[in-house]
């Protein structure tokens, strides 16, 4: 039986209010909330940045790795916080802090239906090469990139810690061959990329990081951030198409053709060499990150 409009509201209305309990449940991490701060300070020095961001080891190893990830764009290696800051500069240290401290807060145990290394794996390899591609497009929103690559699955993280039974339920559903989306729509009245966006909209991030998350799976509905929007897309689609840092929930992604105007590639062809040139860096980019998770 297809569930009626009245249905999906009723269990949008159910989902909507879970959300505002999450916010109760994991209020803002306290490194997150003493980094912003100091950054809000114009008076505060890398020293002091350093220091206060060095309170969390996790995040220290995160953020560093991913400064010497080979698609990042860096051309010296960084070795500590306050080198970093100097080389990345204030916003991109906020943004990357401010996105790690949301997934650590959204960490659950390991099971059966989602391993959290794959999915840590998943997200910074699809925010580095969301980053790269746009590097390589000349698109100057790099960094944005970046950082909707790393939350752009956030809500999948949200699910499976807060609503586990609906989690089960849906992965209940794709295995009986129902689309993602559909499934998710059908348990909760929504997807996982607008519990994404309602999440990030409650934390202030930035739009431009809500809208890209919102509309991962669909990029040509992006009013305002199309194109970037479309580069986390096909990001996401090529840790598929690679198999490295495959997330399994999501393993049924199909390529939303509307990115080959958006992005300009002439066909299938051309933009599967495109696709391909990123194997061998990529296989670096996964050697640097395995003893981390």
């Known amino acids: 039986m297809v569930p009626s409009i009245m249905d999906y509201n009723q269990k949008r209305e159910r989902t909507e209010l879970i959300l505002k309990k999450v916010n109760t449940l994991s209020p803002i991490p306290k490194i997150l909330s003493e980094v912003l701060h100091l950054l ?14 060095s309170k969390d080891q996790s995040v220290v190893l995160k953020l560093l790795t991913i400064a010497n990830s080979p ?19 204030y916003d991109e240290i906020r943004n990357i802090v401010s996105a790690l401290s949301l997934m650590e807060s959204m960490r659950n145990k390991s099971d059966q239906y989602l391993d959290q290394k794959n999915f840590w794996l998943h997200s910074i390899v699809t925010a580095t090469v969301a980053k790269k591609i746009a590097m390589d497009l000349g698109l100057e929103k790099n ?21 586990h039974s609906d989690f089960v ?9 129902i689309p993602l989306l559909e499934a998710e729509t059908q348990i909760l009245g929504m997807t ?14 930035p739009d431009i990081i809500t809208e890209i998350v919102k509309y991962h799976h669909t990029p040509h509905q992006s009013n305002n951030v199309p194109t970037l929007t479309s580069v986390v897309h096909l990001a996401d689609y090529m840790t598929q198409k690679l198999q490295m ?31 391909e040139s990123y194997r061998e860096p990529l296989v670096s980019q996964l050697e640097s990150l395995r003893y981390l998770i």
């Open 40 to 53: 809000n300070d114009i008076n505060t020095s890398p020293h002091i940045l350093a220091k206060a961001i």
């Open 71 to 89: 698609f990042y764009g860096l051309t010296k290696r960084v070795s500590s916080i306050e080198f970093a800051i100097m080389i990345l500069g």
């Open 143 to 163: 960094s944005e990139a970046f950082i909707a690559g790393l939350l752009h699955d956030l809500g999948i993280s949200v699910l499976h810690r807060f609503m």
């Open 169 to 177: 339920s849906i992965h209940d559903l794709v295995d009986q061959g």
């Open 192 to 205: 996982h990329a607008v519990i994404g966006e309602t999440l990030l909209k409650n934390w202030n991030i």
């Open 245 to 275: 840092g495959i997330l399994k929930y999501d393993a049924s992604l199909e390529l939303n053709e509307h990115i080959f105007l958006t992005l300009q590639f002439k066909d299938l062809s051309d933009l599967g060499k495109f696709i």
